[in-house]
C-alpha cells in the first residue's frame, strides 16, 4: 500500500488547535502521558516550523450556566450541576501543553472549538486557512470543529494520534471512516514531515 500525499504545509498560515486538554478531561483518555508526549512533540515542531498554536477550553461562568436551555441535552446537566467552573483548576489547560505568549487561547462552554468563541475571528487576523486537530474527545470536540471548520474552507488535518476517546470503536471509525472524507488524517510523524 502507498503512502498518500498530503499538500504541504505553509507553517504561517496554519495553527495547530490543542483542544479540551484539560486537567480533568486530560486522564479520561486512554494513555494520556503518551497522548500529551505527541501533542507536545506536535505544537514544537509548528512552532519552530513559525506556525500558530491554539488552545481551546471548555468551561463555564454562572452567566453561561444561567444561558444553557433545558432542552439542550448534554449542557443542561452541566449546568445544572454548576460543573466545570471557568476559575476551577480542573478545567485550566494541562501545564504540559499549555499556552505560550503569542498563542491564540479561548473558552467555549459546547462541544466546538468556535461555536461560542472569537476563534475564527482570530485566525481570520492571521490570515490562517489551515487547521491541525488535537484533541479529547475524537467524538467530541474533534468531530464537532472538523465539521464546522470544514463547512467553512478552511483545509483541515486531523492527528490521528493526537486525539482520544474513551470509546475506542468509535474513535477508529471517526478517524479511519469519517474524518478522511472531511480532512486529511495523517500522525505527529507526518506533520513533521509536512513541515519540512
Known amino acids: 500500500m502507498t503512502t498518500p500525499a498530503f499538500p504541504a504545509l505553509v507553517p504561517e498560515r496554519t495553527a495547530l488547535l490543542a483542544m479540551d486538554f484539560q486537567n480533568a478531561i486530560v486522564p479520561l483518555a486512554p494513555e494520556p502521558d503518551a497522548l500529551l508526549a505527541r501533542v507536545q512533540d506536535a505544537i514544537a515542531s509548528l512552532r519552530a516550523a513559525g506556525g500558530t498554536v491554539g488552545h481551546v477550553r471548555v468551561a463555564f461562568t454562572e452567566d453561561d450556566w444561567e444561558a444553557v436551555p433545558?432542552?439542550?441535552?448534554?449542557?443542561?446537566?452541566?449546568?445544572?450541576?454548576?460543573?466545570?467552573?471557568?476559575?476551577?483548576?480542573?478545567?485550566?489547560?494541562?501545564?504540559?501543553?499549555?499556552?505560550?505568549?503569542?498563542?491564540?487561547?479561548?473558552?467555549?462552554?459546547?462541544?466546538?472549538?468556535?461555536?461560542?468563541?472569537?476563534?475564527?475571528?482570530?485566525?481570520?487576523?492571521?490570515?490562517?486557512?489551515?487547521?491541525?486537530?488535537?484533541?479529547?474527545?475524537?467524538?467530541?470536540?474533534?468531530?464537532?470543529?472538523?465539521?464546522?471548520?470544514?463547512?467553512?474552507?478552511?483545509?483541515?488535518?486531523?492527528?490521528s494520534d493526537g486525539v482520544a476517546d474513551r470509546d475506542p470503536e468509535v474513535h477508529g471509525v471517526l478517524v479511519e471512516k469519517v474524518f478522511p472524507s472531511r480532512a486529511h488524517v495523517i500522525d505527529t510523524a507526518q506533520l513533521r514531515d509536512l513541515l519540512r
Open 70 to 159: 433545558e432542552r439542550n441535552a448534554s449542557f443542561s446537566a452541566v449546568a445544572a450541576a454548576k460543573a466545570m467552573h471557568h476559575e476551577h483548576d480542573a478545567t485550566q489547560i494541562h501545564p504540559a501543553v499549555g499556552p505560550q505568549d503569542g498563542d491564540i487561547v479561548v473558552r467555549k462552554i459546547r462541544y466546538g472549538a468556535a461555536s461560542t468563541t472569537d476563534l475564527y475571528d482570530q485566525l481570520a487576523d492571521r490570515d490562517i486557512d489551515t487547521l491541525v486537530l488535537a484533541g479529547i474527545s475524537t467524538s467530541g470536540v474533534v468531530l464537532s470543529t472538523l465539521m464546522d471548520a470544514a463547512d467553512r474552507d478552511y483545509r483541515v488535518y486531523v492527528l
